[in-house]
């Protein structure tokens, strides 16, 4: 089965740093573009970045643009989303996601 | 970047009655391969979210045949035919035509 498995989340201060993972299993990690989707409480589902199959392309939402760094292992198949200088407006549960197939998410606090 | 809009906020549904939601894009999702990448997400409280449709029409496996995607170009909808207790949840329409991943701001499904 296909299973993709978030760790890494917690409280982080304003400004902090965070490196978030997700570990997969059941495909072919190398096959697919991977993405990172995020839901701050109450709120809907926002994309935040997503990295192609062989990491040539890295996309990254404004909002996210020079803070966060997307990487991927695929001998590991592992994917990572290093994420600096948080703000309080990164709260947010973070899911990794494959079309399909989601992780059940980290939470991620950023607060004083 | 494609917007996605969803319409309306919130449906309040009696169980066995039909639903229907509808999803606006900001330009036509049709690529040149023939398919057009929307797609129609259900998340109940407290999970992660679960693909129901893919590319407009398409069943993902598992999904019960009450549920439906039709539409083309820019204007799409999800049809519940016989609403159950187990739909209450947000429902959202996804576009993966190009990057940034666009999601809509949902549809949340309530019943009466």
């Known amino acids: 089965d296909v299973q993709l498995v978030e760790s890494g989340g917690g409280l982080v201060k304003p400004g902090g740093s965070l490196r978030l993972s997700c570990a997969a299993s059941g495909f072919i990690f190398s096959n697919y573009n991977i993405n990172w989707v995020r839901q701050a409480p109450g709120k809907g589902l926002e994309w935040v970045s997503s990295i192609s199959s062989s990491s040539t392309y890295k996309y990254y939402a404004d909002s996210v643009k020079g803070r966060f760094t997307i990487s991927r292992d695929n001998a590991k198949q592992t994917l990572w989303l290093q994420m600096n200088s948080l703000r309080a407006e990164d709260t947010a549960v973070y899911y990794c996601?494959?079309?399909?197939?989601w992780g059940q998410g980290t939470l991620v606090t950023v607060s004083s | 970047d494609i917007v996605m809009t969803q319409t309306p906020l919130s449906l309040f549904v009696t169980p066995g009655q039909p639903a229907s939601m509808s999803c606006k894009s900001s330009?036509?999702?049709?690529?040149?391969?023939?398919?057009?990448?929307v797609y129609w997400y259900m998340q109940k409280p407290g999970q992660s979210p679960q693909l129901l449709i893919y590319?407009?029409?398409n069943r993902f496996s598992g999904v019960p045949d009450r549920f439906s995607g039709s539409g083309s170009g820019t204007d799409f909808t999800l049809t519940i035919s016989r609403v159950e207790a187990d739909d209450v949840g947000i429902y959202y329409c996804?576009?993966?035509?190009?990057?940034?991943?666009?999601f809509g701001g949902g549809t949340k499904v309530e019943i009466k």
């Open positions: 590319e407009v029409s």
């Open positions: 996601m494959r079309g399909a197939y």
């Open positions: 330009q036509s999702l049709l690529h040149s391969d023939g398919k057009t990448y």
């Open positions: 996804v576009q993966s035509l190009q990057p940034p991943l666009t």
